[in-house]
């Protein structure tokens, strides 16, 4: 019993984490910031993300970051509450 109450309160701190997640601006963060940040998304998808703002410049809209090799509706759909898009300039 004791550790089915152990998992079940781990289980609602990890909900309260996504539920609670820090914003992020796809326009200003860097690599590191994005994989830490955006779920479902690795250094390497966040280097891809990166790597697509410096060729064609800010997202304009969070569904522009489908556009980006390994990014697909499952992962935006995850992160869409946690995207702000402000651009740097």
């Known amino acids: ?3 089915i109450k152990t998992v079940i309160a781990g289980l609602t701190m990890l909900i309260s984490s996504w539920a609670f997640a820090d914003p992020v ?3 200003t963060a860097s690599a590191m910031e994005l994989a830490e ?3 479902g998304v690795g250094q390497s ?3 891809a993300i990166v790597q697509f703002r410096e060729a064609n410049g800010p997202f304009m809209s969070a569904e522009q970051l489908l556009q980006v090799k390994g990014i697909g ?3 935006l759909q995850k992160n869409l509450d946690n995207i702000v898009i402000k ?3």
């Open 37 to 39: 940040l955006l779920n």
């Open 25 to 27: 601006n796809i326009n």
């Open 73 to 75: 509706e499952k992962i």
């Open 1 to 3: 019993m004791k550790q």
């Open 87 to 89: 651009s740097d300039q």
């Open 45 to 47: 998808r966040a280097e």
